[in-house]
């Protein structure tokens, strides 16, 4: 069983920054390639971003790539995703999720287990 706490959302402005973080307790965090997803109201959640247990490979939304970055850090049971170059589209609940076996890790049935999420709103 892994427990994942999402943070670090909040409001920014468009074009602002934030970063979210997501820690993690249980089983021993390296084992697990992680990935963030969002989701607005009234869609389906949709893939952001993932990274593989070692931190040797990441994929990205192609709506995201060039302005959010994953990493992990397996000391600290923790994995990141930095947002730059905030737009209105962007605001959505972000969630993380931990994955057993790193496989198509742009789906989200390939996630084992999820956090609870935060909201992130962005303004115009």
């Known amino acids: 069983q892994v427990q994942l706490v999402e943070s670090g959302g909040g409001l920014a402005q468009a074009g602002a920054s934030l970063r979210l973080s997501c820690a993690a307790k249980?089983?021993?965090?390296?084992?697990?390639?992680l990935g963030w997803f969002r989701q607005a109201p009234g869609k389906e959640r949709e893939f952001v971003a993932a990274?593989?247990?070692?931190?040797?490979?990441?994929s990205y939304a192609d709506a995201v790539k060039g302005r959010f970055a994953i990493s992990r850090d397996n000391a600290k049971n923790t994995v990141y995703l930095q947002m730059n170059s905030l737009k209105p589209e962007d605001a959505a609940v972000y969630y993380c999720?931990?994955?057993?076996?790193?496989?198509?890790?742009?789906?989200?049935?390939?996630?084992?287990?999820w956090g609870q999420g935060t909201q992130v709103t962005v303004s115009s």
């Open positions: 249980g089983r021993p965090f390296s084992n697990y390639a």
């Open positions: 999720g931990a994955a057993t076996i790193p496989l198509l890790l742009a789906q989200s049935s390939a996630y084992d287990y």
């Open positions: 990274i593989t247990s070692d931190s040797g490979r990441t």
